[in-house]
């Protein structure tokens, strides 16, 4: 992104572009606190989970008049991250990109256990964990307590015919039986032996890295560190059906322009001009383990020589996005994911943990409509 | 004994030899006039309000509301919040009572090792032997990390299953310990970090408390039959006193404010039971934006701590008084 922004500044002579990169965590409490004060940046790159509160919150502003300028519509992008973009009718974000979970394997232990095609199913995803067994990894699929745990969930509960939420992010569904069904799915391979017990947040990755677990479902972005790895024989394939229908989690990061932005009307040129040249050019952006939203930038024979990214992108009509609701990314954190926590540390049945935090999540949402009037 | 003892943390105190004579002039300061007095203190009282008064005061206000700063209405509740918190299985108290319960546990373990310890290397490390001064830098170094640092180094040591700890323990046929994930052990995964990073500290304190305690009532117990032990109960530890009622006191507000070590060691796991108080307020305050119902909770934190501060200050206090 760096060297991106570097070459605009040497196109634009009469813009100039600061970039600054912050922890998500610390993005989402400063940038609220910088704009407002007017110190912030006029243009920002958010979570999908995060838009409809920053909207709520003023912190950006709608670009439906940018998007009409720019001539930009639902045939330039992929059709659920476009519609991801409203929020109360409004259009807050132009997107840049989508981000799902995809299947890890690898591929060197996986062909040592006689198995030459990456699992697609759940038929296949459980024999390949027994081959792997059988040939001498004692631990092929390490399911983890912490993230992506809920992420995994999601896409999961998802298959099973589930939500997390319903259509309108009102009330919290994820109790279901379908949540049930997933979590059993994911301890299944701890009871088993499949798994470690007690994987703390990066084990999997660890281990992955160190050969010792050889099947991991995890960000998209994470194909650049398995890249790292030296003698690592990996690939990658669409997080596999384990319920009915194809799933999985996904997010997207979306162009916003800030409220401080939006008082002057130069600010506001430059900004589009930015947004407008960088989505022609999210080629490489992606390189860094990301799929374009932009339709011209995804079906170029640039993009298709980007092996990984081109398979996982395959999983774009599955992807699940949570509601345009504001708050409702808050929301995840204290409910589900501690609930698969729980389950997953062996803490708490599934039904009990998901119907504690379901309870919980119904009376968050209920605090998010009355605080933003949604 | 008795009151010889007394001498040493009236000098600590005090310090010079003529304070007594000072004191005596304390009535003529008086009359000397508020306002010079007012003039000297200006300076302070003038920070003390603007960063410790003011936020306070704001802070008060706020937990009064359901405030959001950015949004246009910031409805006043009264005591709603706080009503909240002492409401059983209300949004905010179960979360909350538990980062609470979480904070205790983390305090009665942490205190009288990050007391004890410091103390015993501060004794040990007081001995003039060689190597003595790379001795006390090293039990000093970790304290000049940064929590983050500390939290991650100690994260993937003690990690259950990639862990360099349980690699070990394992050469030794004991099976992987849950350190991060599962109680009491996660409690261990939070102490022994913060007990090796922040120990030198306290240390340093009690080395400097320990010079000011006089050689010769050293002296006077040896030549009286004191064994070290009954030197190291009769003249160390009540030549420590004032030193010790600072220490016991920072060291519990600094455990009960503690933040890092769970929010990167354990990440509040299993659930959310190594979850700290602070954790707990930074999430509803800075994550959810509710920094009413935040400021409520920071507030009844506040007043649980300057109840446990009170209540060491009189204990620590009380004992002196008895003598």
């Known amino acids: 992104?760096?060297?991106?922004?570097?070459?605009?500044?040497?196109?634009?002579?009469?813009?100039?572009?600061?970039?600054?990169?912050?922890?998500?965590?610390?993005?989402?409490?400063?940038?609220?606190?910088?704009?407002?004060?007017?110190?912030?940046?006029?243009?920002?790159?958010?979570?999908?989970?995060?838009?409809?509160?920053?909207?709520?919150?003023?912190?950006?502003?709608?670009?439906?008049?940018?998007?009409?300028?720019?001539?930009l519509t639902e045939n330039d992008f992929h059709p659920v991250v476009w519609s991801a973009g409203i929020y109360q009718d409004q259009r807050y974000g132009i997107p840049l990109d989508v981000h799902p979970l995809g299947l890890y394997v690898?591929?060197?232990?996986?062909?040592?256990?006689?198995?030459?095609?990456?699992?697609?199913?759940?038929?296949?995803?459980?024999?390949?964990?027994?081959?792997?067994?059988?040939?001498?990894?004692e631990q092929p699929f390490w399911v983890t307590a912490t993230w992506p745990a809920h992420l995994m969930f999601i896409s999961l509960i998802n298959q099973f015919g589930g939500s997390i939420y319903d259509a309108e992010g009102a009330t919290a569904t994820f109790n279901s039986e379908a949540g049930v069904e997933s979590l059993n799915w994911l301890t299944s391979f701890i009871e088993s032996?499949?798994?470690?017990?007690?994987?703390?947040?990066?084990?999997q990755a660890q281990a992955f890295r160190q050969q010792r677990n050889s099947i991991t479902w995890d960000g998209i972005w994470m194909m650049n560190e398995w890249a790292k790895v030296d003698g690592l024989e990996w690939g990658a394939?669409?997080?596999?059906?384990?319920?009915?229908?194809?799933?999985?989690?996904?997010?997207?990061?979306?162009?916003?322009?800030?409220?401080?932005?939006?008082?002057?009307?130069?600010?506001?040129?430059?900004?589009?001009?930015?947004?407008?040249?960088?989505?022609?050019?999210?080629?490489?952006?992606?390189?860094?383990?990301?799929?374009?939203?932009?339709?011209?930038?995804?079906e170029s024979a640039e993009f298709e020589a980007l092996e990984v990214q081109s398979i996982l992108a395959a999983q774009l009509p599955d992807v699940v996005f949570p509601p345009t609701v504001a708050g409702i990314g808050d929301v995840t954190t204290p409910t589900f994911e501690l609930a698969v926590n729980e389950v997953i540390l062996g803490k708490a049945s599934a039904?009990?943990?998901?119907?504690?935090?379901?309870?919980?999540?119904?009376?968050?949402?209920a605090d998010n409509r009355e605080k933003y009037g949604g | 004994m008795a009151e010889t003892l007394r001498l040493a943390p009236t000098r600590v105190r005090r310090g010079l030899p003529g304070a007594r004579g000072r004191r005596a002039g304390a009535g003529r300061a008086n009359t000397v006039g508020l306002g010079t007095a007012l003039v000297f203190l200006l300076p302070y009282l003038v920070l003390f309000g603007a960063f410790i008064v003011a936020p306070i005061a704001y802070g008060l206000w706020i937990s009064l509301h359901e405030w959001d700063f950015l949004l246009p209405g910031k409805p006043f509740v009264g005591f709603d919040n706080y009503v909240e918190l002492f409401t059983s299985g209300s949004v905010s108290s179960g979360p909350f009572w538990a980062a609470m319960r979480a904070t205790a546990i983390f305090v009665v373990l942490s205190v009288p090792l990050l007391v004890s310890v410091p103390l015993a290397l501060a004794v040990a490390l007081k001995r003039r032997f060689p190597?003595?001064?790379?001795?006390?830098?090293?039990?000093?170094?970790?304290?000049?990390?940064?929590?983050?640092?500390?939290?991650?180094?100690?994260?993937?040591?003690?990690?259950?299953?990639?862990?360099?700890?349980?690699?070990?323990?394992?050469?030794?046929?004991i099976d992987p310990v849950p350190f991060t994930t599962d109680t009491p052990w996660?409690?261990?995964?939070?102490?022994?970090?913060?007990?090796?990073?922040?120990?030198?500290?306290?240390?340093?304190?009690?080395?400097?408390?320990?010079?000011?305690?006089?050689?010769?009532?050293?002296?006077?117990?040896?030549?009286?039959?004191?064994?070290?032990?009954?030197?190291?109960?009769?003249?160390?530890?009540?030549?420590?006193?004032?030193?010790?009622?600072?220490?016991?006191?920072?060291?519990?507000?600094?455990?009960?404010?503690?933040?890092?070590?769970?929010?990167?060691?354990?990440?509040?796991?299993?659930?959310?039971?190594?979850?700290?108080?602070?954790?707990?307020i930074g999430e509803v305050g800075l994550r959810q934006f509710n920094m009413g119902r935040a400021s409520a909770m920071s507030m009844v934190l506040t007043l649980a701590l300057m109840g446990i501060s009170l209540v060491t200050l009189s204990f620590l206090r009380e004992r002196k008084a008895r003598r």
């Open chain 1, 351 to 365: 039904q009990e943990a998901l119907d504690a935090a379901a309870g919980k999540a119904d009376d968050l949402l």
């Open chain 1, 1 to 71: 992104m760096k060297d991106l922004v570097d070459t605009f500044n040497g196109e634009h002579p009469n813009i100039t572009v600061e970039m600054t990169t912050l922890q998500w965590g610390d993005f989402y409490a400063k940038v609220p606190n910088a704009v407002a004060a007017g110190a912030g940046p006029e243009i920002a790159v958010l979570h999908i989970d995060q838009l409809a509160t920053n909207a709520a919150r003023r912190v950006v502003v709608p670009l439906d008049d940018l998007a009409s300028e720019l001539q």
């Open chain 2, 186 to 280: 996660a409690w261990l995964a939070l102490v022994v970090p913060t007990l090796w990073w922040t120990a030198g500290y306290n240390m340093v304190i009690f080395l400097a408390g320990l010079q000011d305690i006089p050689r010769e009532l050293y002296e006077a117990a040896t030549i009286d039959g004191a064994s070290p032990w009954q030197r190291f109960r009769n003249v160390t530890l009540p030549g420590l006193r004032p030193v010790m009622v600072f220490v016991v006191t920072i060291t519990i507000l600094a455990s009960a404010n503690v933040f890092g070590q769970p929010y990167l060691i354990t990440q509040g796991q299993p659930g959310r039971e190594t979850r700290s108080a602070i954790m707990q």
């Open chain 2, 131 to 173: 190597g003595r001064n790379l001795l006390r830098a090293v039990v000093f170094a970790p304290y000049v990390l940064g929590v983050a640092v500390v939290g991650l180094l100690w994260r993937y040591l003690l990690d259950p299953n990639v862990g360099v700890v349980n690699y070990y323990l394992g050469k030794l046929g």
């Open chain 1, 193 to 203: 032996g499949a798994s470690p017990g007690d994987v703390a947040n990066d084990a």
């Open chain 1, 106 to 137: 690898n591929t060197g232990l996986l062909g040592a256990a006689g198995v030459d095609e990456l699992p697609a199913d759940r038929a296949a995803l459980e024999n390949a964990v027994a081959a792997l067994q059988e040939s001498g990894v």
């Open chain 1, 237 to 298: 394939a669409a997080v596999p059906v384990i319920g009915d229908k194809p799933a999985v989690w996904a997010s997207s990061h979306q162009f916003v322009v800030t409220s401080q932005a939006a008082e002057d009307d130069n600010k506001l040129a430059a900004s589009s001009a930015f947004i407008a040249w960088i989505s022609e050019r999210s080629i490489e952006w992606a390189k860094s383990g990301q799929i374009p939203a932009r339709n011209s930038v995804r």
